[in-house]
């Protein structure tokens, strides 16, 4: 569950602010060369926030989405963006039959469970895919980048790689991508999230905010670059969020 405060913040940025358009591109990035081969159908964002990916993924590859949360507060949002679908639904209970999915996108959902209880709503996501399906998920990456949003968006923790591929490996999908992202600025984010937070104290509160527009082009540039790498197939060693494209056995 993230803190329902925060999903104003997410309204008001989520089309424009660096980070949310670099997310988006790299996430394309890796779903690219699946849609080109495979072609899904129907697709299922399971906790889509205000809605605007839900209605991203509809436009860029023309399938029928689902756009599921389990905010009250996010399905208004929904509605309001018309989101294609939306569904008022817990991520570790689906209302959906097995396999009705082709694709399933989880987009910074793990991180809101305790260690172990990420289990049970990884095998909903997968138990929902037909075989063959694919899975596109991201999630916060690293302890060490544990900052004030993290506190104030209600994280319970942030995941590793090898995390990630025990999960799938014990949910038998087959791994296409798993790396970590948001690398080149990492630098900046251990300053600011290990040093600066610390010596001020201050207490819990949103990142997500509109930021001058240089500084938003600025950050959103290592992003881009990022992209570029993973549509060649490179991957990151580590990151502030951590990307699973698989695909689930027939």
């Not at 959906?96 to 469970?113: C, I, K, R, S, Y």
């Not at 690398?183 to 610390?198: C, D």
Request: glycine share 6%; charged share 25%.
């Amino acid at each position: 569950m993230i803190n329902p405060a925060e999903m104003a913040n997410i309204d008001r940025t989520e089309e424009t602010m660096w980070w949310f358009r670099g997310m988006r591109e790299m996430t394309f990035a890796l779903l690219d060369p699946v849609i080109r081969q495979w072609g899904p159908r129907r697709v299922l964002e399971a906790g889509c926030g205000v809605g605007h990916f839900a209605n991203a993924l509809k436009q860029r590859y023309a399938v029928d989405v689902v756009a599921m949360d389990l905010e009250t507060e996010a399905i208004r949002y929904c509605r309001q963006r018309r989101a294609p679908h939306p569904v008022q639904a817990s991520v570790v209970d689906l209302p959906f039959a097995d396999a009705a999915f082709d694709l399933v996108a989880n987009m910074d959902v793990l991180a809101h469970f305790s260690g172990g209880e990420e289990r049970k709503p990884f095998s909903e996501l997968v138990r929902v895919l037909r075989p063959g399906g694919w899975l596109i998920l991201r999630t916060a990456a690293l302890d060490i980048f544990t900052s004030r949003h993290s506190k104030f968006v209600w994280e319970r923790q942030r995941m590793t790689r090898g995390l990630l591929h025990g999960l799938a490996r014990d949910n038998r999908l087959s791994i296409r991508r798993l790396t970590y992202a948001n690398f080149f600025l990492t630098p900046v984010a251990f300053l600011k999230f290990r040093v600066y937070e610390p010596l001020t104290r201050r207490p819990p509160a949103t990142g997500v905010h509109p930021v001058h527009p240089l500084l938003d082009r600025l950050l959103y540039l290592p992003l881009r670059l990022e992209r570029r790498w993973l549509s060649r197939g490179w991957s990151f060693p580590w990151g502030q969020s951590l990307f699973l494209l698989a695909q689930k056995e027939c």
